[in-house]
């Protein structure tokens, strides 16, 4: 047969399509290089290794603080602004004790680097009251006596409190989830599940209070 048709040789037409991928590829080649050139010029700010000014935001209210880049958020809360009721005590992500809110979500804040939760809303266990208001989970884990030692009781407060505003009308069940991280070595787990519900249902009472 021959190897010609009427409007493209088969010869024709292959040797074509690779000139077609080698100008793709080229041209991918040259899409990478201009990618590359970018990244370059708008990459991410390269920090350290010495201590660099971070702005964060903290409980309302703009704070700076000079960290290693290298710094977690809980130390810089701790050690940088005094906040010491987030408490380090695995600090290796097991326990949840240092736990706060990042855009209102709880994290574990040993875990986390200060310069990643820059720009971002930090809310720790001092900022949960309303002024001299307590948080109805704070109030409700002073009534029913949900902590002995303490050291779990912050983490334990802003994750139960984190449940409430994602889960205003928590099951057992739950609640039981939502605190399944963190870790309590005096075991006030039953006072912490009453707790919690209790809390839920004294704001759910005050909203239709309020309304
Ligand atoms: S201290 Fe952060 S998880 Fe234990
Ligand atoms: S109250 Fe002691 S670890 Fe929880």
Redesign the pocket.
Known sequence: MSDSTKGVSRRGFLKGAGSAAAATALLDSAVLTVREATAQITGPPVYGPGRTELALHVNGSERTVLVEPRTTLAAALRDELDLTGTKV?CDRGACS?CTVWIDGLPVASCMTLAIDAAGRKITTIEGLATGDKLHPVQEAFIEKD????????PG?VMTAAALLERNPDPTLDDVKEAVSGN??????YPQVFEATLAAAKKRKASQIAGS
């Open positions: 005590v004790g949900a902590m002995q030692c303490g050291f779990c009781t334990m870790l309590c070595r005096c075991a006030v």
